[in-house]
């Protein structure tokens, strides 16, 4: 993979900047990976001599990765770097790609860690803001404040076990600091409440790609290196310290949603609210609530991209992202006011959208943890009503200005994506039932 990954490479900087030259490139590698994984569902994990993984899991986070990078490219447009760009995500698509694929705890930690390099390079350098490198910097402590401990460990369990493979570490007892620093280190970039400070300041100074990427890709990097950890993680023992923590900030970080005027901060904390469930459902540690995690994360990578797709547009139509400036969309665009509308529903998880069966597989899962969780669901379902409709009125029903009609301009292959991701959506749900 690392050679075909070079070439490809190579082709992007060689061929003249056009549009199509990285599709084609991201379509040759699509091919070339589903040529060579070997189909082996509801079985064992399959690993060969190159460490790699062929599971469920790997399978359907890689057709994630191909599908938002694609998207991501697309939504590029008022950036004139296509080849600068193109070779920035086809460094991310390897560094993640490799986070997906490996059951080697070296390579996972290290292409985990890498993977920042490439989202701190957009925010620097296609950033809007010019506090972007302070703010790069404060990304930059919180992946070293947790990441060298876990450097550390990994280093002294290989000279326990004298292996790299995950499964054969697990073997050996761990301590419970331990087992809170692996946790910690992944639950940074997922992210957890209260190590998430990060996200917020991340999504305001990246540009619109940048966003796509960091929300449905990056913060995924977490949520399947839990899984992938899992094994080194006695979840008996660490269950009731951490359970009551993720419930309470659950609701918590839903109600601050509430409370944001910025469009993008409102949308960084609500995934901040919504990713939540992952951790609540490693807690639970069996088959079925693995399965719901990735069912989770496949949606939430769709919908976050869906939704910062949609504040790109309105950034570059009204030149702000708060919500009492943006507002006569219902007035200026009927077609837009229609998709926006869809997407109030689709992050709502209202049917017959598939975010809708995730929040009733999380229900189902997360029951035997403990019966309460029906309340905090109601809660959190509640307080999502409030500030999705909050958002939702102020942009399409307030009263327009002759300002905003006159801006209200944009080409139809900007709402491309918009479309792209709602059947993407339904096939994954289609894919979900019928495994």
């Not at 460490?51 to 991501?72: A, G, K, R």
């Not at 790299?164 to 331990?178: M, R, Y």
């Not at 300041?201 to 449905?216: N, W, Y």
């Amino acid at each position: 993979m690392l050679n075909l990954f070079l070439l490809s490479s190579l082709v992007l900087f060689i061929l003249p900047s056009r549009r199509i030259n990285f599709l084609l490139v991201l379509l040759g590698l699509l091919i070339y990976y589903l040529s060579n994984i070997n189909f082996y569902f509801c079985s064992p994990l399959v690993t060969n001599t190159d460490f790699y993984l062929n599971d469920e899991v790997s399978l359907f986070i890689t057709l994630l990765l191909f599908f938002i990078i694609f998207i991501s490219y697309l939504s590029r447009i008022s950036f004139n770097a296509p080849k600068g760009i193109g070779l920035t995500l086809l460094v991310l698509f390897y560094f993640c790609f490799e986070v997906f694929n490996t059951c080697h705890l070296f390579s996972l930690y290290f292409f985990y860690e890498a993977s920042l390099i490439p989202i701190l390079y957009i925010i620097i350098k296609w950033g809007s803001y010019p506090e972007r490198s302070i703010r790069a910097m404060i990304i930059i402590s919180y992946t070293l404040l947790f990441g060298v401990p876990m450097f550390i460990l990994i280093i002294n369990l290989y000279i326990l076990n004298n292996s790299w493979l995950i499964l054969f570490i697990s073997q050996s007892p761990q301590s419970v600091l331990t087992r809170v620093l692996i946790f910690s280190c992944f639950a940074v970039k997922l992210p957890v409440y209260g190590l998430h400070y990060w996200l917020p300041i991340a999504h305001v100074e990246a540009p619109t790609f940048g966003s796509v990427i960091l929300a449905s890709i990056l913060l995924k990097l977490g949520g399947v290196g839990l899984i992938r950890i899992l094994p080194l993680l006695d979840i008996s023992r660490i269950k009731h310290l951490l359970m009551s923590y993720f419930i309470v900030f659950t609701i918590y970080s839903t109600v601050i949603c509430c409370f944001q005027s910025d469009f993008k901060r409102l949308i960084a904390y609500s995934s901040v609210s919504h990713i939540m469930a992952i951790p609540l459902l490693i807690l639970r540690n069996n088959i079925l609530s693995i399965q719901r995690i990735v069912f989770i994360i496949l949606l939430h990578g769709l919908s976050s991209s869906l939704i910062f797709l949609r504040v790109g547009l309105l950034y570059s139509i009204f030149a702000s992202r708060q919500l009492v400036l943006i507002r006569g969309v219902a007035l200026s665009s009927p077609l837009f006011s229609f998709l926006l509308t869809l997407t109030f529903f689709f992050t709502l998880s209202a049917p017959p959208f598939p975010s809708y069966f995730t929040e009733v597989y999380f229900i189902l899962a997360s029951y035997i943890l403990t019966p309460y969780i029906i309340l905090i669901f109601i809660a959190f379902i509640f307080f999502g009503l409030v500030y999705n409709l909050n958002w939702l009125t102020r942009i399409l029903f307030s009263t327009s200005t002759n300002a905003s009609l006159e801006r209200f301009k944009h080409s139809y292959i900007s709402i491309l994506p918009f479309p792209l991701i709602f059947i993407m959506s339904f096939v994954i749900l289609f894919l979900t039932f019928s495994l």
